[in-house]
């Protein structure tokens, strides 16, 4: 298991932390997803061999959040 933690921009609600659970969260080899409204961090913990990094972002991006580089 992997934990990856990227920073966000764009989420400010409720709303926001279950989409990016429930898309990120549904995604294989997925065990955790932890939304960190105020620092703008989502954590997860995942198999990278299933979802790798890259994967997850897409998705969070798909959702129509911005990744932070």
């Known amino acids: ?26 995604l294989p080899g997925v065990t955790n997803v932890a939304v960190d409204l105020k620092g703008k961090t989502v954590t997860v ?12 972002k897409t998705e969070i991006e798909d959702q129509g959040y911005d990744i932070i580089a």
């Not at 990856?4 to 989420?11: A, C, N, R």
């Open 1 to 26: 298991m992997a934990q990856t933690i990227l920073k966000v921009d764009g989420m400010s609600c409720e709303h926001c932390v279950k989409a990016v659970t429930g898309a990120v969260g549904a």
């Open 45 to 56: 913990e995942h198999d990278p061999g299933q979802s790798p990094p890259e994967k997850i």
